[in-house]
C-alpha cells in the first residue's frame, strides 16, 4: 500500500465513489468552488474598508477611490507597488489636509467673516448658474446648411500636400549673361566633383553658395510643392531621401538639391472634419443662447449698475450700492470681496459685476423651481470650496516673502554662471525689413550678406553699408532676458544662445508682422536679421536685482506652502493602515 495515498482510495469502488464525492462537497462547503475548478476568484476588495485614521476620523477605500484612480492614470500601467503606495499616500494627504483646514478655519472663525460668506454666497450662484444654463442651452445647434458650408471650407483651406526638407546649392547668375552662365557652370562641376569625392553637401554649401540659408548649410526645412518654383519643385519632388539631383537651370540661377526627408501627406477625414466643425458651430450657438439668456435675465429685473467712477470709488473703500435689482442690491463690500482684482477672475471690474448678477438671477430662477438631490450637494461642495480656498489664500498671504540683500546676494552668486535670467548677451543686430508679402527683396539682400562674408568682408563693414536705405543696423544691443525674448521671438532668442561670443547667425526670417523688441533694437513687421553675438557673461546685480526678487518669492512661496501641508499633516496624527489602499 502505497503510503502517501489516503486509506479510503483502496477501499472498493462502489465506496471511493461515495467517498470522493463526499470530498468534492466538503471542498465546495469550504472553498466557494466546484470540485473541478482549480482556483477561486479574486477577492473584491471591501470599498468600506479603514485605509487610514487621523484625529479627525477615519478615511474609507471608497472616500479615497476617484483620487486615487486620477493618481494612476499618470503612470504607466501596471504600477508598480511603490507607485501605488506613493499614490494612496497623496490621495490620503491631501483629503487630510483639507479636512484640516475647514477644522482650523471653524476654529478661528474664519467661516463667520462676512468676505467669506460673500464668497461662499457667490460660488453657489455660479454654480447654480452653470446648471440652469447648461440645461437651457443643451439643444443649442448650429443650423445644418451652416456646418455643411464650413465644413467645405475647411477641407479646402487644409490642403494635405506632401512636404519634403532638402539641402539646395544655388549659384546666382543671370539667365542673358553667357558667359557668367558658362562660369557657373564650370563652378558647379566642380562641386559635383568634390561631391563625388566625399566632401559634404553642408559644408560645400557653405563656402559656396549664394543662398540665402547658406549660412546654415543649405538646409531648407519642410517645405510643400506649391511652395517651390516649378522647376525646382520638379527637381526635389523626383528624389529619393539622401539623393542628390541633377544641376537644375532656372532663370535666376544654377541650383543642386539634396533630399533630406519625405512627409507623406495624410488624407482628409471627411467624417472627422465634419464632426469637428459640428461641435465647434454648436458650441458658437451654446455661447449665443446663453449669452442671450444672461441678457433677458438682466432686462426682466431690470437692473441699474453703478457708473465706472462709483465702481472705482468702491474699490478704495466708499461703501455705496452697486447695483441694484428689485428689492435686491450688492454692496461696495460684497464687490470688493467677491469679484475684485484681488481674486484674479479676469475682466474689468463691470464685467465681473455684470457676471456677479447675472449668475444671482440666473441661480434664483432654479432655486424657485427647486433643486434636486445632486444640485443640493453640488451647492454645498461650492459653499465648502470657495471657505478653504479663501482660508488657504489667507494662510499663504501671510507668508514672508521678501528676501534679504544677503540672500539676493548668495543667489546671484550661485547662479550667476549658470541660470539664463542673470546673464546678458550683448549683440550687434543687422535687419531688412520686408515690404509687403513678396519675400524675395529681404531674401536677396540676405544673400548679398552672406555672399560679402565669404568674400571677407567684415560684419563691421557690413553694418557700416548693408547696401539697403531701409536696412536697421543696431550696435551693441544688451539682453539681459533671454527667456523674455524666447516668448516674444523665439527665432531670435535660439539663434544668439546657438552663437558662440564673435560668431554671426545664419539668416533668421521673421514670419510674423508683430514688433519684436530685442533690448533697445526694435525690429518691425516681418523681415530678415543678421545677429553677432560679441559677448556673454553675467548680468551686473542691479541689473537683474528684480528678476532675483521675484525668483526668491516664488521659491520662498513654494516653501511656505509645503511648510503649511507638512504642519497639517502632522498636526492630524496620520496613521495609514492599508498603505496600498
Known amino acids: 500500500m502505497n503510503p502517501r495515498l489516503p486509506r479510503f482510495y483502496f477501499a472498493p469502488r462502489s465506496l471511493r465513489r461515495l467517498n470522493l464525492a463526499l470530498v468534492a462537497g466538503l471542498a465546495f462547503r469550504l472553498f466557494g468552488c466546484s470540485a473541478g475548478e482549480s482556483s477561486k476568484p479574486a477577492d473584491v476588495p471591501d470599498p468600506k474598508a479603514v485605509v487610514a485614521r487621523y484625529s479627525g476620523g477615519e478615511i474609507l477605500r471608497q472616500d479615497i477611490a476617484a483620487a486615487l484612480a486620477r493618481q494612476l492614470e499618470r503612470v504607466p500601467a501596471p504600477a508598480s507597488l511603490e507607485v501605488r503606495r506613493v499614490a494612496v499616500r497623496k490621495a490620503i494627504e491631501r483629503r487630510v489636509r483639507i479636512a484640516e483646514l475647514r ?23 455660479r454654480f447654480l448658474a452653470a446648471e440652469l444654463v447648461a440645461r437651457e442651452t443643451a ?32 549659384l546666382r547668375v543671370p539667365e542673358g549673361d553667357a558667359a557668367a552662365r558658362s562660369a557657373a557652370e564650370t563652378r558647379m562641376r566642380e562641386i559635383q566633383a568634390a561631391l563625388k569625392a566625399g566632401t559634404g553637401f553642408n559644408e560645400l554649401a557653405e563656402r559656396y553658395s549664394d543662398s540665402v540659408m547658406a549660412r546654415g548649410g543649405g538646409r531648407i526645412e519642410w517645405t510643400q510643392k506649391r511652395n517651390l518654383n516649378p522647376g525646382v519643385a520638379d527637381a526635389v519632388f523626383t528624389l529619393g531621401e539622401g539623393e542628390v539631383s541633377p544641376v537644375v537651370s532656372t532663370s535666376d540661377g544654377l541650383h543642386l538639391f539634396r533630399l533630406d526627408g519625405d512627409r507623406t501627406a495624410s488624407p482628409i477625414d471627411v ?47 466708499m461703501e455705496l450700492p452697486v447695483a441694484r435689482f428689485g428689492s435686491e442690491s450688492v454692496s461696495a463690500a460684497e464687490f470688493r470681496s467677491a469679484v475684485g482684482p484681488s481674486r484674479n477672475q479676469g475682466g474689468s471690474p463691470g464685467a465681473q459685476l455684470r457676471t456677479l448678477v447675472e449668475d444671482r438671477l440666473l441661480a434664483a430662477r432654479l432655486r424657485t423651481a427647486g433643486l434636486t438631490p445632486a444640485q443640493e450637494r453640488g451647492v454645498s461642495e461650492a459653499s465648502d470650496q470657495a471657505a478653504l480656498d479663501d482660508y488657504r489664500s489667507s494662510l499663504i498671504s501671510q507668508l514672508d516673502t521678501q528676501a534679504t540683500a544677503e540672500e539676493v546676494q548668495r543667489f546671484y552668486d550661485e547662479n ?37 562674408l565669404r568674400a571677407g568682408r567684415t560684419f563691421d ?63 518691425e513687421n516681418k523681415g530678415v536679421a543678421f545677429i553677432r ?46 498603505p496600498e489602499g
Request: charged letters at 30%.
Open 533 to 578: 553675438l560679441n559677448a556673454t557673461g553675467p548680468a551686473p546685480l542691479e541689473r537683474v536685482r528684480k528678476a532675483i526678487l521675484e525668483a526668491l518669492a516664488r521659491q520662498k512661496e513654494s516653501a511656505g506652502i509645503e511648510a503649511i501641508q507638512q504642519r497639517l499633516i502632522a498636526k492630524s496624527h496620520l496613521e495609514i493602515l492599508l
Open 416 to 452: 550667476r554662471e549658470s541660470a539664463l535670467m542673470l546673464r546678458e548677451f550683448h549683440l550687434d543686430v543687422l535687419y531688412f525689413p520686408q515690404h509687403g508679402n513678396d519675400v524675395a527683396d529681404v531674401y536677396a539682400a540676405g544673400e548679398r550678406v552672406g555672399a560679402a
Open 271 to 317: 467624417e472627422a472634419t465634419r464632426r469637428s466643425v459640428r461641435s465647434e458651430l454648436d458650441a458658437e450657438a451654446r455661447r449665443a443662447a446663453e449669452e442671450s439668456m444672461r441678457q433677458r435675465a438682466l432686462d426682466e429685473a431690470q437692473v441699474t449698475f453703478a457708473s465706472p467712477a462709483q465702481l472705482a470709488s468702491a474699490m478704495e473703500g
Open 139 to 170: 439643444s443649442a445647434r448650429a443650423a445644418d446648411a451652416l456646418v455643411a458650408e464650413q465644413t467645405d471650407r475647411r477641407i479646402q483651406s487644409l490642403h494635405p500636400e506632401e512636404a519634403r526638407k532638402f539641402s539646395h546649392i544655388f
Open 103 to 125: 477644522s482650523e478655519a471653524m476654529a478661528a472663525g474664519f467661516l463667520a467673516r462676512p468676505e467669506t460668506g460673500y464668497l461662499q454666497r457667490r460660488a453657489e450662484d
Open 461 to 523: 563693414q557690413v553694418l557700416q553699408d548693408p547696401g539697403r536705405k531701409d536696412a536697421k543696423a543696431f550696435r551693441e544691443v544688451v539682453v539681459n532676458d533671454i527667456e523674455g525674448l524666447s516668448r516674444r521671438a523665439a527665432r531670435v532668442s535660439k539663434a544668439v544662445l546657438n552663437l558662440s561670443p564673435g560668431e554671426i547667425s545664419p539668416v533668421i526670417y521673421l514670419e510674423s508682422a508683430a514688433v519684436v523688441e530685442v533690448a533697445k533694437c526694435v525690429l
